[in-house]
């Protein structure tokens, strides 16, 4: 089956210690990406991920950092988190970052609570 | 910048009632328009689509048509299902920016009744 996965789906950590959201797609896609969902905001992109190595800034860039080794994972790390990073994060892909007629897929969301 | 607009909600409706939910976007050049849902404790899935002027997009008995003229993609059923109850979301992905984002409105939480 097609699908985005991510892990963990719920996390509640406290304020400076280190994690590691993780994001797989198994449909081969180039393009990945980020998102945090926010009350009133809608979704808002952290980072994005073109291919392999290749990653840039999205909206809401600070406190987060992306690695892309690999074409099928692009994890999310806080490196060190506060309580303002408290969210619900969709991890999403698409098969080409250069055509914006593409879908994008999203994973199920990870709820993190920071303390 | 690119921004989407949607009505706030929540709507709350009957059962077989007709459901238009409002979206208003501005972007440069022409944008690809989306709808998807969000489904209580799930994330989000795409509804329905349209890239260019005047295309319709449609999936279970969804509908919505790219107005270029005044720049609205709004979301109308005919008779929505209990089964219909979610947050809907429209969104606008560019076509002339590297990034590829999604812009997102801010929700329409969507509530049928019995």
Redesign the interface.
Known sequence: EAQ?TQNPRYLITVTGKKLTVTCSQNMNHE?M?W?RQDP??????IY?S?NVEVT?K??VPEGYKVSRKEKRNFPLILESPSPNQTSLY?C?S?LK?????????????TRLTVL | GDS?TQMEGPVTLSEEAFLTINCTYTATGY??L?W?VQYPG?????LL?A?KADDKGSNKGFEATYRKETTSFHLEKGSVQVSDSAVY?CAL???DT?????T????TRLQVQP
């Not at chain 1, 009133?40 to 992109?45: D, E, T």
């Not at chain 1, 055509?99 to 999203?106: L, N, P, R």
């Not at chain 2, 590297?98 to 999604?102: K, Q, S, T, V, W």
């Open positions: 985005v393009y990406s998102y009133g905001l809608g979704l808002r992109q994005y073109m840039d999205g909206d969709f999403a698409s970052g250069g055509s914006g007629t593409d879908t994008q897929y999203f994973g199920p969301g | 989407v944008p690809s989306f998807y799930e994330g989000l899935q795409l689509k890239t979301f992905r560019a076509m590297g990034r590829r984002a999604l997102f409105g801010s929700g």
